[in-house]
């Protein structure tokens, strides 16, 4: 089977890929629904400090839950809907949707739990929530963060080529 050097290929690059997408999906997101919670009178300082200090949270959540749940539940349902003949593209928009539906349902209640408690309004803001942070991240993840942390993978692997050929 040919090495396909955009995506990570043992556990240590992987953890690297997906703290790439993570932290430039926490960051994007975080920042995102706090400016859109925050009252009208609150400074651009206000909401980078709350930003600053929810994104490590989040970003462990959202780590873990990739991790854990997600991920081998988009794997599972990549390798349900497509072939082994497929593209790449193909494998990864499977990978993506799945990854995407799955996390930013998760993420946006932990948030909502996170912002407001536990309380009777949760599945109301959610509804409106979600389709918003959906389409957010689906579109960033599709355009900008899966290709930044494929080219970085795409690099990396080129480096250690260069290096094994200099060894020999």
């Known amino acids: 089977m040919q090495r396909e050097a955009r995506l990570p290929q043992n556990g240590k690059e992987g953890?690297?890929?997906?703290?790439?997408?993570?932290?430039?999906?926490?960051?994007?997101?975080?920042?995102?629904?706090?400016?859109?919670?925050?009252?009208?009178s609150a400074s651009a300082g206000d909401i980078f400090i709350e930003v600053i200090k929810i994104l490590p949270v989040f970003w462990v959540i959202a780590m873990a839950l990739e991790a854990i749940v997600v991920g081998r539940i988009a794997e599972a349902l990549t390798a349900k809907f497509t072939q082994q003949s497929d593209s790449f593209n193909a494998k990864i928009f499977f990978r993506i949707v799945f990854t995407v539906f799955g996390m930013s349902f998760l993420m946006t209640m932990i948030g909502d739990i996170y912002?407001?408690?536990?309380?009777?309004g949760l599945f109301e803001r959610f509804q409106t929530a979600w389709p918003r942070n959906i389409l957010i991240v689906f579109l960033a993840e599709s355009l900008i963060i899966q290709p930044i942390a494929r080219f970085a993978m795409k690099k990396m692997h080129a480096a250690q080529d260069r290096k094994a050929v200099a060894a020999k």
């Open 15 to 40: 953890f690297l890929y997906g703290a790439i997408i993570v932290t430039l999906t926490a960051s994007l997101m975080s920042t995102v629904n706090v400016i859109i919670n925050s009252p009208s």
């Open 115 to 120: 912002s407001n408690g536990f309380d009777g």
